[in-house]
């Protein structure tokens, strides 16, 4: 017999918020751990910023992060188009892992780096596919003998999305050379443009530009389609942002 009834409500306090290399949804990898080179800090908020509820977290390698699609429309239909599925066959909204979903819950698996208790708390991730801002609603450790399954079945999506070579123009090289971490920037925007950001219905035969922020620097981007019938995604310029 239930015991809740169907209609209850429940709130949820973040209990702290991400800063990340990504400032826009623009160019976030669809999975966690697919660009490693990726930073963020969870920045814990009051009354959780105390050292003792992590303590024991650095023991761990990697989390589970409960958070907030923030940036998604709290408006959600029962069918999605997932960008695996070429952004026009449906699916149903509990079988995907869109951003457009009741309550607007998501789940990220993130690798811990450092745990800092010096002045608050702030967690030190990577691999994380979170957008500046985002609010967080829980932490749970990771443990592989319990969640790592490599038999499970994966549906629509059996293996990691293709990742294209990328190049880089002239000035997209300068730019890269002049920057303070210029060799770690170059590793992110490799991970992040390899994947081809672009939405799902602009992936065949669209030669357009293409722009998007990380960390510090506006990208401009171009998806070439080579003699051999290859795609190569190509780095036109940097800029620093404003």
Same mark, same amino acid.
């Given at each position: 017999?239930? *015991?809740?009834?169907?209609?209850?409500?429940?709130?949820?306090?973040?209990?702290? =918020?991400?800063?990340?290399?990504?400032? *826009?949804?623009?160019?976030?990898?669809?999975?966690?751990?697919?660009?490693?080179?990726?930073?963020?800090?969870?920045?814990?908020?009051?009354?959780?910023?105390?050292?003792?509820?992590?303590?024991?977290?650095?023991?761990?390698?990697?989390?589970?992060?409960?958070?907030?699609?923030?940036?998604?429309?709290?408006?959600?239909?029962?069918?999605?188009?997932?960008?695996?599925?070429?952004?026009?066959?449906?699916?149903?909204?509990?079988?995907?892992?869109?951003?457009?979903?009741?309550?607007?819950?998501?789940?990220?698996?993130?690798?811990?780096?450092?745990?800092?208790?010096?002045?608050?708390?702030?967690?030190?991730?990577?691999?994380? *596919?979170?957008?500046?801002?985002?609010?967080?609603?829980?932490?749970?450790?990771?443990?592989?003998?319990?969640? +790592?399954?490599?038999?499970?079945?994966?549906?629509?999506?059996?293996?990691?999305?293709?990742?294209?070579?990328?190049?880089?123009?002239?000035?997209?090289?300068?730019?890269?050379?002049?920057? +303070?971490?210029?060799?770690?920037?170059?590793?992110?925007?490799?991970?992040?443009?390899?994947?081809?950001?672009?939405?799902? =219905?602009?992936?065949?035969?669209?030669?357009?530009?293409?722009?998007?922020?990380?960390?510090?620097?506006?990208?401009?981007?171009?998806?070439?389609?080579?003699?051999?019938?290859?795609?190569?995604?190509?780095?036109? *310029?940097?800029?620093?942002?404003?």
């Amino acid at each position: 017999m239930r *015991d809740t009834p169907i209609n209850e409500s429940f709130t949820l306090t973040p209990i702290g =918020y991400i800063e990340s290399d990504y400032p *826009d949804k623009f160019g976030v990898p669809r999975q966690p751990g697919l660009a490693t080179a990726a930073k963020a800090t969870l920045v814990l908020a009051p009354p959780f910023n105390t050292p003792l509820c992590v303590r024991g977290l650095e023991t761990f390698s990697h989390l589970w992060l409960s958070f907030i699609f923030h940036r998604s429309p709290q408006e959600w239909t029962p069918l999605v188009r997932p960008p695996r599925l070429g952004g026009n066959k449906k699916t149903g909204v509990f079988a995907s892992r869109s951003t457009h979903r009741p309550n607007r819950l998501g789940l990220s698996l993130v690798e811990l780096i450092n745990v800092n208790t010096q002045d608050g708390v702030r967690l030190l991730l990577k691999g994380a *596919d979170l957008v500046t801002g985002t609010p967080v609603v829980d932490i749970k450790p990771y443990l592989p003998w319990a969640e +790592a399954l490599p038999d499970a079945r994966s549906g629509f999506a059996p293996a990691p999305p293709p990742f294209y070579p990328v190049e880089f123009s002239m000035a997209a090289e300068s730019a890269l050379h002049a920057h +303070a971490d210029g060799d770690n920037l170059r590793s992110l925007i490799t991970q992040v443009i390899g994947q081809d950001p672009r939405p799902a =219905y602009h992936q065949t035969g669209s030669t357009r530009d293409y722009g998007m922020q990380l960390r510090d620097i506006n990208i401009r981007f171009q998806a070439q389609k080579m003699s051999n019938d290859s795609t190569v995604m190509y780095i036109t *310029d940097i800029q620093k942002a404003t």
